[in-house]
């Protein structure tokens, strides 16, 4: 019914690059330095939309436009609609903007104790430690920030942000997040874990990356000895679609995985480019495969200038009704809406409860079937006749 995947089908190989040599192409700094961040950029390799023109001119006072070659190889030249490209070359849409949104949606700058800590949970907190990542998601929801392009000036203190933690004993779990944390140096990456691991209150250490989506080149052997040396260190990535499954993509998650470090999975519901059951199914197989945990499944914020990229929030219940008792339970993703002005992340699911009363829950099972669970409260609890006296059985 559902076609197997095949690694076979799977992006590999350097693209429109083919005359660089690989040693220069695995090189992160390589890819760092020759991404494509102008509309001759692009323009030298495809033919923009009249809509994406418009959209890359304006980008530098929103945000900044850049692509790794590696990233940009993934992208359908021949299809205006491709879902990577929507997700990366900015659109004229990105200058409109819909009276219900915000520069800064989930409200982070109203939980902020200390420049680059969000403290809204009360066990967790966020800590942003740049504001740069190797390439821009136009529907970014800290574009405020990240990339500098509307002078926000972010200069994040790792020392001020590590006191607050040191401070704070309740804080048990911290996120590290940005911009993209693993553009950082080894030396400063090792050095930042490392003081977060003599923190004896903070337990659980994750970071936030697009990294080895957009740079797979990143993940280093180097990289991995510090995640192993102050492991466990977890981590959470964003793919949307299944074509940002490559090769280089499962490689790094291999590397990842064998240096310990468990994978989530954060993928944000986008307007073609995952609004579909069937390319979320394709996404989460392949994320099984590669030893990726589908974690969750964001409704996109109300970041200005997002409404062509936003999707149907029931379209969202809709995708997850569709795999829940379909396919694996390890690969289906929570929905949650951030909530709209700092409420947090609210889970958004499907109805399978019928009615709750004294007696039972009635609910619907994925087939639409109907089961009754009888609750203890209502059932009627006897002694069956062949049981042995309940006062011989406490003695
Ligand atoms: C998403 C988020 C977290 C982490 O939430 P989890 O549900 O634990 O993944 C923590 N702090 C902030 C401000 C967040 O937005």
Redesign the pocket.
């Known amino acids: 019914m559902y076609p197997i995947d095949s690694l076979d089908n799977w992006h590999r190989g350097q693209g429109l690059w083919p005359d660089v040599a690989a040693e220069d192409w695995n090189n992160w700094k390589w890819q760092l330095k020759n991404r494509l961040t102008k509309l001759e950029h692009l323009e030298a390799h495809m033919q923009l939309t009249a809509d994406e023109r418009v959209g890359c001119l304006f980008a530098k006072d929103k945000l900044a436009l850049a692509i790794t070659p590696y990233f940009f190889n993934l992208i359908d030249r021949e299809d205006p609609d491709c879902p990577i490209r929507r997700q990366v070359i900015p659109r004229a849409g990105e200058m409109l903007t819909a009276p219900e949104e915000m520069l800064d949606p989930?409200g982070?700058e109203n939980?902020k104790p200390v420049d680059g800590i969000?403290?809204?949970?009360p066990d967790?907190?966020?800590f942003l430690v740049t504001d740069r990542c190797a390439a821009y998601c136009r529907y970014c929801t800290r574009s405020r920030l990240v990339s500098n392009a509307q002078d926000y000036n972010f200069h994040p203190e790792f020392e001020s942000g590590l006191q607050y933690i040191r401070e704070h004993p309740e804080i048990r779990?911290v996120?590290l997040s940005g911009g993209d944390p693993l553009l950082l140096s080894d030396r400063k990456l090792d050095h930042l874990l490392g003081e977060l691991r003599q923190i004896p209150h903070v337990e659980f250490i994750?970071i936030g990356s697009r990294i080895p989506v957009f740079l797979p080149q990143r993940i280093t052997p180097e990289l991995c000895e510090i995640f192993k040396k102050h492991g466990p260190i977890w981590m959470?990535i964003h793919v949307n679609h299944p074509s940002e499954c490559t090769h280089a993509l499962r490689d790094a998650c291999e590397q990842l995985t064998y240096a310990g470090v468990p994978i989530g999975n954060q993928s944000v519901l986008l307007r073609q480019v995952n609004d579909d059951a069937e390319i979320m199914r394709s996404l989460i197989h392949r994320l099984l495969m590669m030893r990726v945990r589908p974690?969750?499944l964001y409704q996109c914020d109300l970041i200005t200038g997002s409404a062509h990229l936003r999707a149907d929030p029931r379209k969202g219940i809709e995708i997850i009704q569709s795999l829940r008792g379909h396919t694996t339970g390890y690969s289906i993703p929570q929905f949650?809406i951030?909530a709209p002005g700092g409420g947090?992340?609210v889970p958004i699911n499907p109805e399978y409860i019928k009615e709750i009363t004294d007696e039972a829950i009635v609910m619907r099972n994925f087939s639409g079937d109907e089961y009754r669970y009888p609750l203890v409260a209502g059932a009627k609890v006897e002694k069956s006749a062949d049981a042995p006296e309940l006062e011989t059985l406490l003695v």
């Open positions: 989930v982070e939980t969000v403290h809204r949970y967790r907190v966020l779990d996120l994750r959470s974690y969750y949650v951030d947090g992340k």
